[in-house]
């Protein structure tokens, strides 16, 4: 983007998704996390290594914050981060990682 508009997706891409709270429930985790002011959605990252090779991603409108994610491994460690992205010029401005959490399926 140019002029106002790049100084607004830096301001954005600055920004970063706090995780409030992962669960590990049966088969699936659950996430909360905080909104980010101007988000137009959400990617959710999870794998079940920490340097998140061969991982999985969801994505969730803006006016979700929290995500079950399903059909995962029965007492496994997973781990998981978000993303907020906003959409300018027809392209997806991406915010920081939250922090990685470390959750176990039940």
Do not use: H, M, P, Q
């Amino acid at each position: 983007g140019t002029g106002s508009a790049s100084i607004f997706e830096a301001a954005f891409a600055a920004k970063k998704v706090k995780v409030k709270a992962v669960k590990g429930v049966k088969k699936s985790v659950k996430v909360n996390w905080k909104s980010v002011e101007g988000a137009d959605g959400y990617v959710i990252e999870y794998a079940k290594k920490a340097n998140f090779k061969g991982k999985k991603t969801v994505t969730v409108s803006a006016s979700k914050k929290a995500k079950t994610i399903k059909r995962l491994s029965a007492k496994k460690t997973y781990y998981v981060r978000v993303k907020a992205y906003k959409v300018v010029d027809n392209e997806k401005v991406y915010t920081a990682y939250s922090a990685k959490k470390k959750v176990r399926t039940k």
